[in-house]
């Protein structure tokens, strides 16, 4: 009935690694931080109040041991933050021919400003609450709804000079 | 009047308004095709980062780091078991205090759209509660569908057959009653091979609810339509098309 602690975590493996993908822009760095990140937790373990979440306990102490330990190696590589639409003038044919691919909107996310970026992944990507996230980063409110609302129009300015029809969210059936 | 800005759009696109602040920016929109812009941004960026890292979800994690977690061991489970028992309490106590809260709004006929619109929103809530639930994800488990069948369906007031999603590589884990507006809500969940669950929820239909649509409620992917008196949800976190392909297979073999 009841799982261990470590059971618990192999069910969360998939969306940390995820997030961690989404925080690195890279799936070896999203390794490399995924098991930081679960060695950090069982070392903690008496420090997760249990019947409150896990995931959320985890994204807090996956993007601490990002900001604290590795972060620093790949800004070191050469590879800072740059402003999305930077991005954009740069890949701007790539961007046209791919017709949106889904990659040009990863490489997107990836240069956004960090702080946006980890908001916008744990809403949009994890399903996380404002009221969740919030608590997570250890943000106001506020700040998350602007820095989410800043994240997702730089993610449209994106797709904004390629589209050509309609992207609303609703498809009618026939 | 709401003020349109920014902040206030993006919690309105992804439900984070309540009811009332969300129909007065709802009714603002009208009037401002700029609003209205921001809106269909904010709501096609969310759809396309989704998008963009479903698949992340599906990469095998390392070999050593799946080894090092299945080693950790097991410990303090009875009081974790009783704390997560009066968690679930406390969550229940707290939903149907917020069932009785929206049921006492004020409706009228010309809210047909707003009471889909709310139903959905529930619908998400619910999901985004259970279905992360490891050890209650289901309030009744698949071992006993003849009863789940027979309880919901008595419930429904109409006759449940549990729909095989095995074609969609869905595996029917039980189900949970719920509440929409004070009347009853089934929902059936299904766990694919690896990923998140999807449900199926089931509810009376409120006069004038109608047509059919896949829509997006925040991360969430809904299809719903309206059959015989019945709307029907399947939710989850999957593309559109993943979505309406289950939603169709629904469709197909359940008529309550």
Redesign the interface.
């Known amino acids: 009935m009841s799982q261990s602690f470590g059971e618990q975590l192999l069910g969360l493996l998939p969306r940390l690694g995820r997030f961690a993908r989404g925080l690195t822009g890279s799936t070896e760095d999203a390794n490399d931080l995924v098991q930081a990140a679960c060695q950090r937790a069982l070392e903690r373990e008496h420090q997760w109040m249990p019947g409150t979440r896990l995931d959320s306990w985890m994204f807090r102490i996956l993007r601490t041991v990002w900001i604290d330990e590795l972060r620093g190696r790949k800004v070191r590589q050469g590879r800072g933050v740059v402003d999305a639409e930077e991005e954009i003038v740069v890949d701007g044919p790539r961007v046209i021919e791919a017709r949106l691919s889904l990659d040009a909107v990863r490489r997107a996310v990836e240069k956004l400003p960090e702080t946006q970026r980890e908001v916008l992944l744990l809403v949009c990507v994890e399903g996380l609450s404002y009221r969740e996230t919030a608590e997570t980063l250890a943000l106001p409110m506020g700040t998350v709804m602007s820095r989410l609302a800043r994240a997702r129009l730089a993610i449209a300015r994106l797709t904004e000079d390629n589209k050509t029809d309609d992207h609303s969210n609703v498809v009618r059936w026939s | 009047m709401p003020e349109l800005d920014?902040?206030t759009?993006?919690?309105y696109v992804?439900g984070?308004l309540d009811a009332a602040t969300a129909r007065d920016v709802e009714q603002a929109l009208e009037t401002s095709a700029a609003a209205r812009n921001?809106v269909?941004?904010?709501?096609?960026?969310?759809?396309?980062?989704?998008?963009?890292?479903a698949d992340?979800?599906?990469?095998a994690?390392?070999a050593?780091?799946?080894a090092?977690?299945?080693?950790?061991?097991?410990?303090?489970?009875a009081?974790?078991?009783w704390?997560?028992i009066?968690?679930s309490i406390a969550l229940l106590v707290g939903l149907a205090g917020g069932a009785v809260g929206t049921y006492q709004l004020e409706r009228t006929t010309t809210q047909v759209h707003d009471s889909m619109a709310r139903l959905l929103g529930d619908v998400a809530d619910y999901h985004?509660v259970y279905a992360?639930e490891?050890?209650h994800l289901v309030e009744v488990a698949a071992s006993d569908t003849p009863h789940i069948e027979e309880w919901l369906g008595r419930r429904l007031k109409g006759q449940l057959q549990v729909p095989n999603l095995k074609s969609q590589g869905l595996t029917f884990q039980g189900g949970r009653l719920l509440a929409f507006e004070g009347r009853p809500m089934a929902e059936l969940i299904y766990t694919p091979a690896?990923?998140p669950p999807v449900g199926l929820c089931i509810t009376f239909a409120l006069p004038g609810m109608s047509g059919?649509?896949?829509?997006?409620r925040?991360?969430?992917t809904i299809s719903h339509?309206v059959d015989n008196g019945y709307v029907y949800s399947v939710v989850g976190?999957a593309s559109?098309g993943r979505i309406?392909a289950i939603a169709d297979s629904v469709r197909a073999q359940l008529h309550l």
């Not at chain 2, 269909?40 to 396309?48: G, N, Q």
């Not at chain 2, 992340?56 to 990469?59: G, R, V």
């Open positions: 920014d902040n759009l993006v919690a992804d984070e921001t269909a941004k904010l709501r096609s960026s969310a759809t396309f980062v989704r998008a963009a890292f992340a979800l599906h990469e994690p390392p050593a780091l799946v090092m977690l299945r080693a950790a061991t097991p410990r303090g489970r009081a974790r078991h704390l997560a009066a968690a985004r992360r490891q050890r690896d990923g059919a649509a896949t829509e997006q925040g991360d969430l339509w976190w559109d309406h």
